[in-house]
Every structure is written in structure tokens, then in C-alpha cells.
Nanobody, 115 residues
Framework: QVQLVESGGGLVPAGGSLTLSCAASGSTFSLNNMGWYRQVPGLQRELVAA???????NYADSVKGRFTISRDNAKNTVFLQMNSLKPEDTAVYYC?????????WGQGTQVTVSS
């Protein structure tokens, strides 16, 4: 299993941009499928974007065309570039690593988009 630490959250006005980073420990990062999820209090955690170990990406419909997920296996890091942010993107964003039956989560980073 890997340990994950997110960073890059903050307060941004609507229409602005943020880049989240998730740094992973361990030598097997490249074998993990990685994802960014978000959660609003009282609601279920939802998948925002994912990138497979082979580099295939998929996105929630609500963020397509605005968010981009990428990974740098040499740096054991996955990124989420968020553009054209909307107030409804406000949430705690979590990084996830998944390999076989193992799944790891970071502690989360708050993103707040002001209207």
C-alpha cells in the first residue's frame, strides 16, 4: 500500500484555477490506478477524475473539459489541474490509490470556490 499526501487546495474566485498535487510513498506508485474524489458534508464521496497505471483517464461529466488529471511516475505524484472553477466545485478533495484489492486515501485538501 502507498501513503498519500494532498496539497494545493485553497480559496479561489469563480472562474479561477487551482492545481492539486498528491505525493505518494513507496516504490510501486506506477502500478497503482490513481483517482481524485471530492466530498461535500452530508453527501457521498464522488469520483472526479481517474488515471490508470497505463495512463488512461476518465472524468465525471461535471468536470469534463475543465479538469485534467495527470501523473508523474518519476516523482510519485498525481495532479489535478482545475480550471474554470465553479462554486459547486467546493469540497474536500481526496486522492486515492488502488491496486488489486488494496486502496489508500489521503487526508484531503479543502477547495473553496467563491461566487
Amino acid at each position: 500500500q502507498v501513503q498519500l499526501v494532498e496539497s494545493g487546495g485553497g480559496l479561489v474566485p469563480a472562474g479561477g484555477s487551482l492545481t492539486l498535487s498528491c505525493a505518494a510513498s513507496g516504490s510501486t506508485f506506477s502500478l497503482n490506478n490513481m483517482g481524485w474524489y471530492r466530498q461535500v458534508p452530508g453527501l457521498q464521496r464522488e469520483l472526479v477524475a481517474a488515471i490508470s497505471s497505463g495512463g488512461t483517464t476518465n472524468y465525471a461529466d461535471s468536470v469534463k473539459g475543465r479538469f485534467t488529471i495527470s501523473r508523474d511516475n518519476a516523482k510519485n505524484t498525481v495532479f489535478l489541474q482545475m480550471n474554470s472553477l465553479k462554486p459547486e466545485d467546493t469540497a474536500v478533495y481526496y486522492c486515492n490509490a488502488r491496486r488489486s484489492v488494496f486502496s489508500s486515501w489521503g487526508q484531503g485538501t479543502q477547495v473553496t470556490v467563491s461566487s
